[in-house]
């Protein structure tokens, strides 16, 4: 009976974001507390679909470690949490036969910026050489070499916004399956590609790069391929591989890895150009706006906590205010001082307060409000597409003028409804909402509004990659130098 471990550790970083993440960031799961993921839409909840439903095969959970989106992991957190995952891994190492590994691949840490190639390399260091090890990826992370030289597979999302997590983990633990059952030597090929990508043309449904990802599904489902993708980064977790770059895994034809890497990568590298943010100016927006009769949305992609920022930035409603806006606005805002008068004042107290730029206040000056206390909650809800828990700690739904602003106290990803509804507030009732992430799955806005203006607004996360001021990825690197060449280079890993 085989005996698979299963491992996850997941974050997300913004290099630009000023506010170091730390360990309590993280919700960990020992052991058994790992099945709470079954039934899920996560990467190991899929995994433990496969896993349970085959005949045979032993699950030895070790641990899950998961953060939101933030700034760099503070040096004592990445201690402490690496130093508890490779204690847990060691502990359940024996007989151990196979490994799968959940991971983003866009995590960074002060003093090691490639941490999920530290763990890789110390997990193959305890299994040996012919313990087969599977990871899963998000497309936005960053596959750096020391990764690849402990792989035997992996499997990459391949849908942006993300909702094939479960699938994703199933096609991990189908992979490790099929290498502990047959005598393979797979290859992986893969094209490193100096561009840095964002904007709509990211939407699978509709973009074309979901072209391309079809592709890569196309050679998977064939046959031709045992895994394929083509991972974007996160242009804001600022680490030397920075890069895009094209995977394809063969069951041992180096020459048909090779080939398609390579063609995938020649596809990919003409259509750069049309993968960049389009920016709408913010004044430009709300100008628009309010000759608008539908509602509108506000996305806010420059202060996305989903993809690192901090989520204090108020830019978008000083310049509604400034200028005079005069419909029904909601938004939200991390500010956890002003959660704290809110909830000290009591529901239906007027407080004055100056809101955001907690964090980040070299981009977001507070401003002055007065506003009214209309509801208190815990901050606690849940993602749409996950169900995965949503922690905000204390949480209020303030109202001043024709604003309503739900206030957390702690960054959570943003990339839904979640926060909304839970606190009493449903977008449609509004004219323009403020999302503080550069997608979201069609139906949950696109579907309904009227129009959304993708706003040129200051932050830790804008796609205006010129402006972040990258210091240590690979150069050159389009968009940020000019006249970027590239010929494609393949790099084989075989185990």
């Known amino acids: 009976m085989p005996k698979v471990l299963i491992v996850e550790c997941m974050q997300e970083i913004s290099s630009f974001n000023p506010l170091q993440s730390q360990y309590d960031n993280f919700h960990v799961e020992h052991g058994e507390e790992l099945y709470a993921q079954r039934g899920l839409n996560t990467a190991v909840g899929g995994a433990l679909s496969v896993f349970e439903a085959s005949h045979g095969v032993s699950v030895v959970p070790a641990i899950g470690a998961r953060a939101g989106s933030a700034g760099l992991l503070s040096a004592s957190g990445w201690q402490k949490l690496s130093s508890e995952i490779l204690e847990a891994v060691e502990a359940k190492m024996n007989g151990i036969d196979g490994i799968y590994v959940s991971l983003h691949g866009a995590m960074g840490a002060d003093g090691e910026l490639d941490p999920e190639g530290y763990l890789l390399a110390e997990i193959r260091r305890m299994a040996g050489p012919d313990v087969p090890i599977v990871i899963s990826l998000d497309l936005h992370g960053i596959l750096t070499d020391r990764m690849l030289r ?51 043309e990211l939407i699978t449904k509709i973009g074309c790069y979901g072209d391309l990802i079809r592709e890569c599904q196309r050679i998977e489902r064939n046959g031709t391929a045992m895994a394929a993708g083509i991972m974007i980064g996160n242009p804001f ?98 500010d956890p001082q002003v959660a704290d008068a809110a909830h000290e004042a009591g529901v239906g107290a007027t407080i004055e307060v100056t809101l955001g730029g907690y964090y980040d206040s070299t981009r977001f000056k507070p401003m002055s409000v007065r506003a009214e206390v209309k509801l208190l909650s815990n901050g606690r809800s849940r993602l749409e597409t996950m169900k995965i828990g949503l922690e905000a700690g204390p949480t209020a739904v303030l109202t001043f003028g024709n604003f309503t602003v739900v206030v957390l106290s702690r960054t959570v990803s943003l990339f839904d409804r979640a926060m909304y509804y839970s606190n009493g507030v449903d977008p449609q009732d509004f004219d323009l909402i403020v999302v503080k992430s550069p997608h979201t799955e069609h139906h949950m806005y696109d579907g309904w509004v009227e129009k959304n203006f993708n706003v040129d607004a200051p932050g830790a996360t804008s796609a205006n990659l010129k402006s972040l001021g990258h210091t240590i990825c690979s150069r050159p690197m389009y968009p940020l130098d000019e006249n970027v060449e590239f010929t494609p280079e393949v790099s084989l890993y075989v185990r």
């Open 150 to 200: 402990q792989l035997n597979g992996l499997a990459i999302y391949h849908t942006y916004p993300h909702v094939d997590f479960a699938d994703t983990g199933e096609r991990a633990a189908r992979l490790l399956l099929k290498l502990l059952r047959s005598n393979l030597n797979p290859a992986i090929a893969r094209v490193v590609i100096p561009a840095l990508v964002r904007g709509d």
């Open 237 to 334: 977790t600022d680490v030397p591989e920075l890069c895009t770059q094209v995977l394809v895994m063969t069951d041992g034809n180096a020459e048909v890895a090779q080939r398609e890497a390579t063609r995938l990568a020649k596809e990919f590298w003409p259509q750069r150009f049309r993968m960049q943010g389009k920016l709408i100016p913010l004044d430009r927006a709300i100008a628009q706006a309010a000759t608008i009769d539908g509602p509108v949305v506000f996305t806010d992609a420059a202060d996305a906590t989903s993809s690192g920022a901090t989520g204090d930035s108020n830019a978008i409603l000083k310049a509604l205010c400034d200028s005079g806006y005069r419909k029904r606005v909601l938004a939200q805002i991390v």
